[in-house]
């Protein structure tokens, strides 16, 4: 969590702010009037919350007063709505977490290296859904083993012994989504 207060929170801590940064110097509403031209019946209802704070209030008050902005206006938090890339190594695999919370459903980026690696097989609770971004994968499912290509899916129940990884001298590149609940992905796409 951020320690950069809201939007919302900044609005309401100007009031008590303004009121404050005037009490602190001995000002009187009707000094501080004459000294920002502003009335003391607008000076009044912003201390007070009733008037909505604008910089074009807000500027001379903290001129006139002599303290700075951002002691009457803390910066908001921002959220950014990128998920944050940190690239973590497992086995030699590099993974790329693309959904910020751990979820019931989570994304990953994954890269596999090629390299000769004999499938172990396993299995555990959720279900996966696999895309081939780019190279070539090696799925085994139980007796079956098959390559994938760019652009092609699969989806199975983690508690089928499964395994997955770079087909051939390339590696390659997926995405993952994982449900530990053993929910299904659903897909929806557009009637052709």
């Known amino acids: ?9 900044v609005l309401e801590q100007i009031a008590p702010r303004l009121r ?6 001995g000002v009187s509403l009707a000094d501080l009037a ?19 704070p604008s910089l074009e209030l807000l500027l001379p008050i903290t001129a006139a007063l002599g303290v700075p902005f ?16 940190q690239p973590a190594k497992k086995d030699g695999r590099v993974l790329i ?26 299995t555990h609770d959720g279900h996966e859904w696999l895309y081939v971004l780019r190279g070539r994968l090696r799925v085994r499912l139980s ?3 098959f390559i994938m290509g760019h652009g092609e899916a699969a989806e199975f129940d983690c508690h089928i012994p499964h395994w997955f ?22 897909l929806r796409t557009g009637r052709r």
């Open 34 to 52: 004459r000294a920002t031209g502003i009335s003391t019946s607008t000076l009044s209802r912003l201390e007070s919350g009733q008037r909505k």
């Open 1 to 9: 969590m951020s320690d950069h207060p809201t939007v919302d929170s």
């Open 97 to 122: 977490a693309l959904s910020r919370h751990q979820g019931e459903i989570r994304a990953y980026k994954q890269l596999i290296p090629a390299h000769d690696e004999e499938p172990h097989l396993r």
């Open 165 to 186: 990884g770079a087909a051939g001298k390339g590696d390659v590149e997926i995405l993952s989504l994982f449900s530990k609940s053993g929910e299904r992905i659903h």
């Open 143 to 145: 007796e079956h083993d």
């Open 20 to 25: 404050q940064a005037r009490d602190n110097q």
């Open 70 to 85: 951002d002691e009457i206006v803390a910066a908001p938090r921002i959220v950014d709505p990128r998920v944050p890339q």
